[in-house]
């Protein structure tokens, strides 16, 4: 008989099913046993009564352990209090491979020991709801960027140059001459613009900052949306239109992940369209008035960007940075040539910068000028030049970083938890 996974139960309302998973969890009453098994798809309240087994299956349902692989054949019954609205009558039980001494327990577990048994900690409740949400989010993206006619490009991993300046890369060597591990895949979009129009990218990004903060990791996942001819207010208005999307998709199909992680789904559903904007300047007048040592030029810290977003209940635009603390690659504000055509969107509740992104310079002398002033190196640029040699036209784009806006919508603290196999400082294992 084929098994059925957990998630299709309520298909199958008094029907006999296989069940293949493993035990969560185990209580008992008398000659009644109450195992819930997982199988990756939901929970299964199995109920084995004495009575009704063979004696083999009843010994099976005692000596089941915690994450043992289980066999359940049984009638499906409707059941509202149990997880998932159903729950199965259990007529055979098997144990396909007893599982000794599993070492994450429910008792309590210091973070450090979790991470080392990261490969483990994946099957417990929260782990599974926050990557079954994050699963969320990134298809999403992909639907969102694919309903509105963009087209996907696979930006390298491997680059010659550095988006930023390459203090924060991972360098490595290809065949005696030097490459990085990409920290965005921003600049090759952006010749694809010109090719298609509206193209993003998606994968993983890699930044050799040494930091232990919860918002940092060394490798992550980002998307980056560039458009063709998009100036700088039309980029504000897709950012929004896209986080609004993505939440208010999590909200209605991951209910069951958000309840499991008690996440405060009222806060999300707010997640609407308009979001508030403030400039640079504005937020600088802000941020002094609240107290703290800011003034013009300086970035914006973690605490700072706290500060700032305590205001709203929807994530805020702070656009329009100094240009001396920017990429080379933005767009002055014609009309404030200090500051630059840049925004970032700040969560609300204390999550900080879920998105950067800008309006791009697209005159040749002006991008030339700022990377002589960058001292980068022409001739690894010189490729990107040529996108403003032939043909030059005015784009922006944006990068969102997965796992920020993953640990926002889950309401969970650190970013380590949001993806499978976090890299963060000095900690490669598993």
């Known amino acids: 008989m084929d098994h059925v996974r957990i998630g299709e139960l309520s298909k199958h309302i008094d029907q006999t099913v296989t069940v293949k998973g493993w035990l969560y969890n185990k209580r008992e009453s008398g000659k009644l046993k109450f195992p819930i098994v997982r ?32 066999h359940v054949v049984g009638v499906v019954r409707e059941e509202p209090r149990a997880p998932g609205g159903v729950e199965l009558h259990v007529s055979d039980f098997k144990v396909a491979h007893l599982t000794q001494d599993y070492p994450i327990t429910p008792k309590e577990h210091g973070t450090a020991y979790l991470m080392q048994h ?21 298809q999403a993206c992909r639907d969102f960027f694919y309903n509105n006619d963009f087209t996907l490009i696979d930006s390298p991993i491997l680059t010659p140059a550095a988006c930023e300046g390459t203090s924060t890369l991972f360098e490595t060597d290809y065949f005696g001459d030097k490459a990085y591990l990409s920290q ?90 308009p979001f508030p904007r403030i400039t640079y300047r504005e937020a600088i007048d802000v941020l002094q008035k609240k107290g703290k040592d800011v003034k013009f030029g300086d970035d914006l810290g973690a605490d700072d960007e706290t500060a700032l977003a305590e205001a709203f209940d929807k994530p805020v635009m702070v656009s329009r940075y100094p240009t001396s603390i920017k990429a080379f690659y933005m767009q002055p504000d014609p009309n404030d040539p200090e500051v630059a055509l840049g925004m970032d969107m700040l ?72 993806i499978p196999y976090p890299r963060m400082l000095y900690k490669i294992y598993p």
């Open 39 to 70: 199988d990756g798809s939901g929970y299964l309240q199995c109920v084995v009564s004495k009575k009704e087994v063979s004696e083999e299956s009843w010994q099976a349902a005692t000596d089941s352990t915690q994450e043992s692989t289980l």
């Open 118 to 138: 990261r490969h483990l900690w994946l099957r417990s409740k929260n782990q599974h709801a926050i990557l079954r949400i994050r699963s969320e989010v990134e």
């Open 184 to 273: 965005s895949g921003q600049l090759y979009l952006e010749p694809a613009a010109a090719a298609l129009g509206k193209v993003y990218c998606f994968g993983p990004t890699f930044r050799a900052e040494k930091s232990k903060t919860r918002r940092h990791l060394m490798e992550f996942w980002m998307i980056e949306p560039e458009v063709a001819f998009l100036e700088f207010d039309g980029l504000q208005n897709l950012a929004e239109e896209f986080v609004e999307y993505i939440v208010q998709r999590v909200v209605e199909r991951r209910k069951e992940e958000l309840k499991a992680l008690e996440r405060d789904i009222t806060k999300l559903e707010r997640i609407q369209r």
């Open 347 to 418: 969560a609300p509740e204390g999550y900080g910068e879920i998105i950067g992104g800008s309006q791009r310079i697209h005159d040749h002398d002006l991008l030339l000028q700022r990377i002589k002033e960058h001292d980068l190196p022409i001739e690894a640029f010189q490729w990107y030049l040529d996108v403003r040699k032939y043909g030059s036209f005015p784009h922006s784009g944006f990068g969102m970083g997965i796992e920020r806006a993953v640990a926002w919508i889950c309401g969970v603290t650190h970013l380590r938890e949001c």
